[in-house]
Every structure is written in structure tokens, then in C-alpha cells.
């Protein structure tokens, strides 16, 4: 499997929008790695996870293949990650495509699809978007993926979700958007080791825990990953999902988390495992 970091930003992107701080001026500066878009990812080409609304410079910037997608993974509904206004698109008279577009999520997109497609007309009634849910500790095929959505410990208002994906005998955890995992998927993900692990940093500097992760978290979870045994010898561990307001710069994270076996994730980034 090969995982492409499309966006590594929080919801106001990095910098952040409107923003004027030290922080945001010097990745203005800087560019590059320092410049990051709300968070997205795919896997092989194939598998996307999330639709934030930067979704249609993902595609023109590393040729996201989105004509030919037939299977969404979505997080949670926040507006950085499903931002449900580009499906108006998908359907006659602005684009044209046969393909069925699936997306898979918590009880909370379902209802925001149903309230979207009654308020306008969409691709919902014209056959080429569906959706369904899924259920935490159920693994689900989705095309050619194995995928179990654990519940992840962020917006209380919903169940927010984080994703097990296998193919191949290959298996990653996508756990952005989360703080120090609830003890029912510690449970869950005793003794099961994963090739790829992704991991929230929103928080930068400052610990979080309860609703995203900084680097004190994650320094944290390393050695309780190791104990659960989800890390093997060849395991590679991620940070991504930055906010500005944590107060490190990509070198910054480097410095903090490289010690302790982390890559910094960055919008273009690709890991194959």
C-alpha cells in the first residue's frame, strides 16, 4: 500500500487563515514543507479519506484522481474534513461520470447527506453518491480494503471515527483528528501489529489528549504502542494534522519527534509499506 498525505493542516490551514502570528509568517516565509492544506489522504490512488474543502486543489496539485474514485472514508463531519457543498458537482450538467461514489462514515454524514440531497437536488437521486455507515469494532470491505472504524476521542457531539485499512497482508492505522485512544480500542488493538501508524500532533508543543495530541503525547504513545504490540521492527510511525497554534514549524516537529521514530508528515508526502 502506498499512503499519500494530500493536506497535513488543522481547520485553518498552516498558515492559518486571516492569521498574522510569528508562527504563520515564517511558514509563509519559508514555504515549502511549512505550507500545509487542511487534512487529506489516499491510498494507492484508490482509497480517499476525507473531503475537505481543498479537496479540488489536491486535484489539480498531485493529480488526484477524482473522476475515477468509487470509495470515501470520512472521519467526522467538521467542515475541514466533509465539506459536503463540492458533491453538488458530481452530477449532470457539471460533470460527467457514470461511476457510483461511495462514502463511509458515522451516523452523523449520514444525516448530513440526507439533509443535504432533501434541501437540493444532488447526485444522491441521480445514482452516483451513496452512503453508509459504519459500525466501530465491524470490519467492512470497502473495494479492496479491509477497513474497521474504531471511535476516536474528539468531537463529543459525535462519533468521530479512526480507521484500521489492510490489503495485502499490509495494515495501518489512520488516527488523526483524536486524542490518547479510549481503553475500548486499546483493547481492540492488543497484540495487533501495523506496518504504518498516523497519529494527530495538532497541539504542537502542548499536550492534549482529550481531543487531539501534541508532541508530549506522542512521545507518550510510543512506548504504550510498543507494550500493546501494534509496533513491530519495520513499523513507521507518523505525525500529521498541524495547527498553527501549536507553535512548531516543520524543523521544529522534526526536531521534537525524529528522536523518538517519528516522520513529520507533509502535504505530497508518500509512504509506501
Request: glycine content about 8%; some cysteine.
Amino acid at each position: 500500500m502506498k499512503l499519500t498525505y494530500l493536506g497535513t493542516a488543522a481547520a485553518e490551514g498552516f498558515p492559518g487563515i486571516f492569521c498574522e502570528c510569528a508562527v504563520c509568517r515564517q511558514a509563509a516565509a519559508r514555504g515549502g514543507k511549512d505550507l500545509r492544506t487542511r487534512s487529506q489522504a489516499i491510498i494507492d490512488m484508490q482509497l480517499l479519506i476525507d473531503l475537505p474543502p481543498d479537496t479540488y486543489w489536491h486535484m489539480m496539485r498531485h493529480a488526484l484522481p477524482l473522476m475515477e474514485l468509487e470509495h470515501v472514508l470520512i472521519t467526522h463531519t467538521h467542515s475541514d474534513h466533509f465539506y459536503p457543498q463540492e458533491l453538488y458537482y458530481r452530477r449532470k450538467g457539471f460533470c460527467v461520470t457514470t461511476k457510483l461514489m461511495t462514502l463511509y462514515g458515522n451516523d452523523a454524514l449520514v444525516r448530513k447527506l440526507d439533509q443535504y440531497a432533501a434541501q437540493t437536488r444532488s447526485s444522491l437521486q441521480e445514482g452516483l453518491l451513496a452512503c453508509q455507515e459504519l459500525k466501530v469494532f465491524e470490519a467492512s470491505q470497502v473495494g479492496n480494503y479491509t477497513v474497521t472504524a474504531l471511535p476516536a476521542l474528539h468531537d463529543r457531539s459525535e462519533n468521530c471515527l479512526i480507521f484500521i485499512i489492510e490489503k495485502d497482508g499490509k495494515r495501518l492505522l489512520y488516527g488523526n483528528d483524536t486524542g490518547v485512544f479510549p481503553d475500548s480500542v486499546w483493547q481492540y488493538l492488543k497484540g495487533m501489529p501495523f506496518d504504518l501508524i498516523s497519529l494527530d500532533c495538532t497541539t504542537g508543543k502542548e499536550r492534549d489528549g482529550n481531543n487531539h495530541m501534541g508532541v508530549p503525547d506522542l512521545i507518550d504513545m510510543k512506548p504504550r504502542l510498543m507494550d500493546n504490540g501494534n509496533i513491530q521492527q519495520d513499523t513507521r510511525l507518523v505525525a500529521t494534522h498541524f495547527s498553527h497554534n501549536g507553535g512548531m514549524l516543520h524543523e521544529d516537529l522534526k526536531a521534537a519527534l525524529g528522536p523518538h521514530g517519528y516522520l513529520i508528515a507533509y502535504d505530497g508526502m508518500t509512504i509506501a509499506i
